[in-house]
């Protein structure tokens, strides 16, 4: 079993429509959540950072970590064209020296 | 966060040469990162770059394969050494500050 698993899509969705992305995991000792999106042919970008459980949202996006369940998911309101992209998630416990471990992504294309 | 820039962006290699590449980052940190993304894949993690010691790499990794230098606290090069086609991959430093991390553009590579 992955540490970290995501669904790789592809995800195809209309304009306008919310979109959830998830991924799971099996270590508990993550307290660190990063969502990142990747456009073709680019790094990723860093687009939500959560520590622990809870929500956070900014704009369009938000972002939820349920520890219980090890379980994490953006949601992107309005989608828009501009949105299609590759998402990552990203974990770590944040310990000194703690590497990132990733999901594998999940395409994302929003049709005009 | 970080500003992260490498060079070269992208190239076209033949196989059985090396290749450096270099990561620029616009304030000092302690670890460096890189990774590999290969075509439609997530990012691997090759070591951890540390100023002053030897790199750590992760299991699959070895230094004669991809040597890396960490002279200061703001520059890492890679070296992807005797290139083979399955080399061909978008390689990507990262710094992790803060619990999460930044990433450069990506070094895009082609080995014929």
């Known amino acids: 079993q992955k540490e970290v698993e995501q669904d790789p899509g592809p995800l195809s969705v209309p304009e306008g429509a919310i979109v959830s992305l998830n991924c799971t995991y099996s270590n508990s000792a993550f307290q660190y959540f990063m969502w990142y999106r990747q456009y073709s042919r680019k790094g990723p970008e860093l687009l939500m950072y959560t520590y622990s459980s809870g929500n956070k949202e900014d704009g369009r996006f938000t972002a939820q970590v349920d520890k219980s369940s090890k379980y994490i998911s953006l949601f992107i309101r309005d989608s828009q064209p501009s949105d299609s992209a590759t998402y990552l998630c990203a974990m770590s416990s944040g310990s000194s020296g703690d590497k990132l471990t990733f999901g594998t992504g999940t395409r994302l294309a929003v049709r005009p | 966060s970080a500003v992260i820039s490498q060079k070269p962006s992208r190239d076209i290699c033949q196989r059985g040469t090396s290749l450096t590449i270099q990561c620029q980052v616009d304030?000092?940190?302690?670890?460096m990162f890189w990774y590999r993304q290969q075509p439609g894949q997530s990012l691997t993690l090759i070591a951890t770059a540390n100023q002053g010691s030897e790199a750590t790499y992760e299991s699959g990794f070895v230094i004669d394969k991809f040597p890396i230098s960490r002279p200061n606290l703001t520059f890492s090069t890679l070296t992807v050494s005797n290139m083979s086609p399955e080399d061909s991959s978008i390689y990507l430093c990262?710094?992790?500050?803060?619990?999460?991390?930044?990433f450069g553009p990506g070094t895009r590579l082609l080995v014929l």
């Open positions: 990262s710094v992790e500050e803060k619990g999460y991390g930044d």
């Open positions: 304030s000092q940190v302690t670890m």
